[in-house]
């Protein structure tokens, strides 16, 4: 059976979070990824397949090994989904620090 990952449930969790950001630097096998982490590598092999069905890493075969990089695409296509939330607040808090500068006595 093949399970339809969300993208935002893969990135919810924080050791592929983490796994993203190593990736995002450079290509790196599931070998180096996993030797980042105290945690055993078939756990580092599953979270290399949820960000990977998710479309989040490629697979790239490099003679015997694979090589794991981040789809900038798909990156691209989460970061423009979070944009308007990401104004927004940045909008809300400008207005709260004016709000303040008001109320607070000039030091």
Not at 39 to 44: E, I, K, L, Q
Not at 85 to 104: A, C, G, H, P, T
């Amino acid at each position: 059976m093949n399970l339809r990952r969300d993208v935002f449930q893969a990135i919810a969790d924080p050791t592929r979070r983490a796994i993203l950001m190593l990736v995002a630097a450079q290509s790196m096998t599931a070998g180096l990824i996993a030797s980042n982490f105290d945690t055993a590598r078939p756990t580092v092999s599953k979270h290399l397949q949820i960000l990977t069905e998710c479309e989040l890493l490629k697979q790239e075969q490099n003679g015997r090994e694979i090589y794991y990089h981040i789809n900038a695409k798909k990156m691209k296509e989460v970061a423009d989904f979070i944009e308007p939330f990401r104004q927004m607040w940045d909008d809300r808090f400008n207005k709260l620090e004016d709000i303040m500068k008001d109320y607070l006595p000039n030091k």
